[in-house]
């Protein structure tokens, strides 16, 4: 029997391409010879690399595959690989397009309302989960759920893990650096993701003025103007050090392996940590579903918080429709979400992890 060729296509964010590795990680399980191919945006592609379960990568850039010629070039360029099976979680247009036109014999996606009625995407559309059963967060499950919904899969593997090499590893970046560490996510991925620059700053203050340690922070390239405005907002700087900073995603995996504990906004970041084993306190943005994307929390090694557990007066309801409204706008909430209001639950995560550096 000739070994399965198959393609993930996963043409989103940073987390969720990390998350969706553990598709990967169980079908070589179910098909210990195939051919796995992943097909995701180029600046995803860190999380991925050295995974001993992935073959091959596809690189493409968001804004040229938006190009309709470049679309459809690369439609033709899929149908041409000959995939035995192609898995979908995205199920967006682009993806289900791919899957349409690829012929392959079997493409599994997730169904989406009224998403198969004239088109024929997917030869297995698998149903969302209902709701979480597992530690590791409903999309982690979902993912999981594509693959035992068509295949036998024994002790199915939850855990996203990023495969560092042993250079990597060993890497001296903050060698020198007075331990411990704490990486910071000063900033989210998007506008609406971002925390107010003073709440940030009063964060800051309290790890710096009670704490022994040394703290880097976490944003994309881009956002340096906006991290430095929150940096000049921070009363002890010598604690912070802004000449260590990882300029890519693979870069950032390197020496988030070398930090202590992430505090940060729920995104990549979290997903990346936690795929290092390494300890998170992860502050929800108001529009985010923690059901959802919340993983492995169990309060000593891996907090949160969330405004709706808070204050749940504040949300009339939570359903989809809603959170779309929240994410708009999530200004007035955000202002909600208050340092005090986090400190609540950060000081006692921190006393834990940190009980050897208290000043």
Same mark, same amino acid.
């Given at each position: 029997?000739?070994?399965?060729?198959?393609?993930?296509?996963?043409?989103?964010?940073?987390?969720?391409?990390?998350?969706?590795?553990?598709?990967? $990680?169980?079908?070589?399980?179910?098909?210990?010879?195939?051919?796995?191919?992943?097909?995701?945006?180029? %600046?995803?592609?860190?999380?991925?690399?050295?995974?001993?379960?992935?073959?091959?990568?596809?690189?493409?850039?968001?804004?040229?595959?938006?190009?309709?010629?470049?679309?459809?070039?690369?439609?033709?360029?899929?149908?041409?690989?000959?995939?035995?099976?192609?898995?979908?979680? %995205?199920?967006?247009?682009?993806?289900?397009?791919?899957?349409?036109?690829?012929?392959?014999?079997?493409?599994?996606?997730?169904?989406?309302?009224?998403?198969?009625?004239?088109?024929?995407?997917?030869?297995?559309?698998?149903?969302?989960?209902?709701?979480?059963?597992?530690?590791?967060?409903?999309?982690?499950?979902?993912?999981?759920?594509?693959?035992?919904?068509?295949?036998?899969?024994?002790?199915?593997? %939850?855990?996203?893990?990023?495969?560092?090499?042993?250079?990597?590893?060993?890497?001296?970046?903050?060698?020198?650096?007075?331990k411990?560490?704490?990486?910071?996510?000063?900033?989210?991925?998007?506008?609406?993701?971002?925390?107010?620059y003073?709440?940030?700053?009063?964060?800051?203050?309290?790890?710096? =003025?009670?704490?022994?340690?040394?703290?880097?922070f976490?944003?994309?390239?881009?956002?340096?103007?906006?991290?430095?405005?929150?940096y000049?907002?921070?009363?002890?700087?010598?604690?912070?050090?802004?000449?260590?900073?990882a $300029?890519?995603?693979?870069?950032?995996?390197?020496?988030? $392996?070398?930090?202590?504990?992430?505090?940060?906004?729920?995104?990549?970041?979290v997903?990346?940590?936690?795929?290092?084993?390494?300890?998170?306190?992860?502050?929800?943005?108001?529009?985010?579903?923690?059901?959802?994307?919340?993983?492995?929390?169990?309060?000593?090694f891996? =907090?949160?918080?969330?405004?709706?557990?808070?204050?749940?007066?504040?949300?009339?309801?939570?359903?989809?429709?809603?959170?779309?409204?929240?994410?708009? $706008?999530?200004?007035?909430?955000?202002?909600?979400?208050?340092?005090?209001?986090?400190?609540?639950?950060?000081?006692?995560?921190?006393?834990?992890?940190l009980?050897?550096?208290?000043?």
């Amino acid at each position: 029997m000739q070994p399965k060729k198959i393609l993930v296509i996963q043409n989103k964010r940073i987390g969720d391409v990390l998350i969706s590795s553990v598709i990967a $990680n169980n079908i070589k399980k179910v098909f210990p010879e195939s051919e796995v191919t992943y097909f995701v945006y180029d %600046y995803t592609v860190g999380v991925l690399e050295e995974n001993p379960n992935i073959d091959h990568i596809i690189r493409i850039q968001e804004k040229w595959l938006k190009k309709i010629p470049n679309l459809l070039k690369t439609l033709r360029n899929i149908r041409k690989q000959r995939y035995d099976i192609i898995f979908d979680p %995205y199920s967006k247009f682009q993806s289900r397009l791919i899957c349409l036109f690829s012929n392959a014999p079997m493409r599994i996606g997730l169904k989406r309302a009224n998403k198969e009625l004239k088109f024929r995407f997917y030869t297995h559309p698998v149903s969302l989960l209902e709701k979480r059963s597992h530690a590791c967060g409903k999309a982690i499950e979902d993912r999981i759920h594509m693959i035992s919904s068509v295949f036998e899969l024994k002790q199915p593997n %939850y855990e996203p893990k990023i495969f560092l090499t042993e250079n990597e590893r060993q890497n001296k970046t903050v060698s020198e650096v007075k331990k411990p560490i704490i990486m910071l996510g000063v900033l989210g991925s998007t506008p609406q993701k971002s925390m107010p620059y003073e709440f940030v700053a009063k964060l800051v203050d309290y790890i710096t =003025e009670t704490y022994n340690i040394t703290l880097l922070f976490n944003y994309a390239p881009h956002q340096k103007p906006e991290a430095l405005k929150i940096y000049e907002l921070c009363k002890h700087k010598e604690q912070i050090n802004l000449d260590i900073y990882a $300029n890519s995603i693979r870069d950032f995996a390197v020496l988030m $392996n070398k930090c202590d504990i992430l505090v940060a906004n729920e995104g990549g970041s979290v997903h990346i940590a936690k795929a290092l084993q390494k300890p998170t306190f992860t502050i929800y943005s108001p529009y985010v579903n923690k059901e959802h994307w919340s993983s492995f929390e169990d309060k000593i090694f891996h =907090e949160s918080i969330h405004l709706l557990e808070e204050k749940p007066d504040l949300f009339s309801s939570f359903t989809l429709e809603e959170r779309r409204r929240i994410e708009e $706008n999530p200004d007035a909430l955000y202002h909600q979400l208050t340092p005090e209001l986090i400190l609540g639950k950060l000081k006692p995560y921190l006393a834990h992890q940190l009980s050897n550096a208290k000043k």
